[in-house]
Each structure stands twice: as structure tokens, then as C-alpha cells.
């Protein structure tokens, strides 16, 4: 059996956890109610107070908190903590924390003790890199931290310390894949194995793509930094269906995002997440925008964690065109795969008259020796097949659509802002 960080944990019956969770929910609640002012606030508005709190049932009862609460109570408004007890955006206790999920989550996809780590995720105050950098250390894993960019260097750095793990964004392992083909490095010939691949939505297309290129499992990776950073859910090495969510810190819902009403298990919707245990920045039902599906059916390798289904898109980055809701993923879905279509996409968005105009920019692939009106052709009606809007091809040369070395810009949103 694979490595495993927390094994009795990672395995605890859902009872078990149910119990652990709302005892943790009890003490997150009081904490947010006794030193967070906009928490105690709300709370009392809803007429609800931390003793009301006596089952998970309760949950629904609590209001919501949403990214501008954080932009209106900038920089320190939100914490539970003084700031002299901040060690960064977290207590060292929370640090502590986030190093043991980074850990059991990188295990969870098939990291072992003394396996090198290359770290290409960015390195600041983005909290990919540093949450990786303390996770494969704390699981005793080797660590190159190099941060993104530099990519040639990166190649080169791969090969001389034999990692057996890469750490990118999806998008910027695709642009070191290329790289490397480019340079006539194969690195489907070096130690690689595993590459734990977060902080973008990407489809099951791009997984399918970076696995065949950079001869590795590619393994989806969950988090975000006002919750805690990556390492909130990792899908497991075994089944690579869904992500493991660490329900013994976190609590996982699903909303329907206009009603706010929990959806039925299964359901799509946007996630809402509660954590349990962190101190600093305690966080009651905040509203991720992040759009998925929840499971609770028993995964192949055992653990008893619920699965967050693959995450579409962000509410933030669909696009209604002509009525259709469109996900830029969902386009990534359409065209990566296609034989004379490189794994690179823009998406630009327009509008003409009273009408949204999508424009897909898409890159011909280098060995291809097809017409570009031809390429453009067969995108745009697989696109229309697919997802059901018309949007109109623009076929680029290799190279031409702009590389990210962190977190990939796939829309370029070019209608007036609403006043
Ligand atoms: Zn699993």
C-alpha cells in the first residue's frame, strides 16, 4: 500500500468524523464569535449565538462570509488573533497545521519520505509555494525550491537531482513540457513520476495531455489562501477521481449560488468550506465561487474522506454568450486532445451591439501540416458540439499564445465595465 501521512485519520468512519467535526465547529464558532467583530455582528443580526450550535445540522444557520468581507475589513480586520501573534496570515499553530495537510495531501498522491520534490510553483506571498516547501519537508521529502519561471534552468535541475515530483501550476508544467521538447530533453525519460498539479481549474483533457508528454500521474491538488493554502483536498494517487477533503479541519458544502440553499449530495454548485481548526483566520461558510459536485461514496483506496468532484470554473470566470453559461475549462475540455491543436487557448471576449462575442484563440500544433482555416474550422464546430455556443476561431503559430509560469490567464474580458 502507498505512503500514508495520517493513516488513522485518513481512515476514520464517517460517524467518527461527524462527531470530531462538530466539536471542532463548536470551538471555530465560539472563537469567530469572541474575536472576530463582523462574525459577532452577523451572527447576532441572524439571531443565532456560538451555545446554538448543537448539531452539524446547525450549520445552515450561520451566514455566509464572501471574499469582500475580506477587502472591507483589510488588512487586519478579520483575524481572531492580534497581530503580534501573527506569524504571516497564520498562527504558528495554523503553520503547523498546514504543514501536516500539505504533507498528508501530498502523500495522498504518491509522495514518499526521501523523495526529491521539485517546487515550480511561485515562491511570495502566493501561498502555492511555501505550502508545498513546508509540506514535503514535514513528510521528509527533499526540496528544490524553485519557484516558477526560468524554465530552461528548471529542465536542467529536474534532471540533476533525479525528482521523482514536479509542483506547477497545470498550465506551467505544459510550458516546461514544451520547453523541453524544444530543447530535445525527454522527460518522460527522467525520475519524474508524480505531479501534483493545483491552483487553476484544468479538465480531464489537459490531465490526459501533461501525463502523455511529461510521462508522470498527474495528480489535481485543492486550496485556497483564505481558507488555508493548498493542501484543503488532494485527490489520492490510487483513484485519481475526485479530491480527498480533509473533513477533520474543514467542513464541505454545497450551495445553489442565487438561493444560497444547500444542493442535494451529487448536485452541482458552488463550495463552501468552514474551517474547523484554524485560529487566526477563522472562516464560517465562506463562499469559494468554485464550482463542483460532492461525493461521500467509499473511494478504491479507503479513505473515508468526501470527494470534491473535479472544479469546473470559478462563478467569477463564466462567461454568458448569447445566453449560454460558459467555463473557460469547459472550452479547454473542447480542444485540448485534437490532433492539429496545441494544448494553449485564450479566450477574448467582446461586445458587439448588445451581443457577447467569443473569439477562442487557439495555437496550431507544431508537427501539424494542416491549412489553418481547416484547424479553425473543426475547433470552432467542435466547440459548438460540445458546449453549444458558436464562437468564432482565430488559429495562431507555435508559440503564439503567451505561456504562464504560475497561474494562466485564460480569459481577456474586453467589454465596458458596468458603471
Ligand atoms: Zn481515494
Redesign the pocket.
Known amino acids: 500500500m502507498a505512503y500514508r501521512f495520517a493513516p488513522a485519520v485518513e481512515s476514520m468512519p464517517r460517524a467518527r468524523l461527524a462527531a470530531l467535526q462538530l466539536k471542532r465547529l463548536r470551538q471555530t464558532v465560539k472563537n469567530a464569535y469572541e474575536n472576530v467583530p463582523l462574525h459577532r455582528k452577523r451572527m447576532r443580526k441572524t439571531g443565532i449565538e456560538p451555545g446554538d450550535i448543537r448539531s452539524l445540522e446547525d450549520l445552515a444557520r450561520l451566514p455566509f462570509t464572501v471574499k469582500s468581507d475580506l477587502r472591507d475589513h483589510y488588512p487586519f480586520g478579520m483575524f481572531a488573533r492580534p497581530r503580534a501573534q501573527l506569524a504571516r496570515g497564520y498562527t504558528l499553530k495554523d503553520i503547523a497545521t498546514w504543514s501536516d495537510l500539505m504533507a498528508r495531501s501530498m502523500a495522498?498522491a504518491g509522495v514518499r519520505p526521501g523523495d526529491v520534490v521539485h517546487n515550480a510553483y511561485g515562491y511570495g506571498l502566493f501561498t502555492g509555494g511555501l505550502g508545498t516547501h513546508y509540506g514535503a519537508e514535514r513528510l521528509g521529502a527533499t526540496v528544490v525550491p524553485m519557484s516558477g519561471g526560468a524554465t530552461e534552468r528548471q529542465i536542467v535541475l529536474i534532471q540533476d537531482f533525479g525528482a521523482r515530483v514536479l509542483c506547477a501550476t497545470p498550465s506551467y508544467a505544459l510550458a516546461i513540457a514544451e520547453v523541453a521538447e524544444k530543447e530535445g530533453v525527454d522527460l518522460r525519460r527522467s525520475k519524474l513520476k508524480i505531479g501534483i498539479f493545483g491552483a487553476e481549474p484544468w479538465s480531464e483533457a489537459m490531465r490526459r495531455e501533461i501525463q502523455a508528454r511529461l510521462g508522470l500521474k498527474a495528480i489535481d491538488l485543492y486550496g485556497l489562501s483564505e481558507i488555508l493554502g493548498p493542501g484543503v483536498a488532494s485527490?489520492?494517487v490510487?483513484?485519481q477521481?475526485g479530491l480527498?477533503g480533509w473533513e477533520d479541519h474543514f467542513i464541505f458544502e454545497v450551495i445553489d449560488p442565487l438561493s444560497g440553499k444547500p444542493v442535494a449530495e451529487g448536485a452541482q454548485g458552488e463550495l463552501v468550506i468552514t474551517t474547523l481548526t484554524k485560529e487566526a483566520l477563522p472562516m464560517l461558510r465562506y463562499r469559494t465561487r468554485d464550482i463542483t459536485r460532492l461525493s461521500t461514496e467509499r473511494?478504491?483506496?479507503?479513505?473515508s474522506h468526501l470527494?470534491i468532484k473535479r472544479i469546473t470554473g470559478r462563478n467569477d470566470d463564466m462567461l454568458i454568450i448569447r445566453g449560454v453559461n460558459v467555463y473557460p475549462s469547459q472550452v479547454e475540455a473542447a480542444l485540448v486532445g485534437m490532433p492539429d491543436v496545441a494544448p494553449h487557448y485564450q479566450l477574448v471576449v467582446e461586445r458587439k451591439g448588445a451581443m457577447d462575442h467569443l473569439t477562442v484563440e487557439i495555437e496550431i500544433a507544431p508537427a501539424s501540416a494542416a491549412a489553418h482555416a481547416t484547424v479553425a474550422q473543426a475547433a470552432k464546430h467542435q466547440i459548438k458540439a460540445m458546449i453549444g455556443v458558436t464562437a468564432e476561431v482565430v488559429v495562431k503559430n507555435p508559440g503564439e499564445i503567451p505561456r504562464s509560469q504560475g497561474k494562466a490567464v485564460r480569459v481577456r474580458d474586453l467589454r465596458p465595465k458596468a458603471p
Open positions: 495522498c485527490e489520492c490510487e483513484a477521481a480527498h473511494c478504491a483506496c479507503g479513505r470527494r
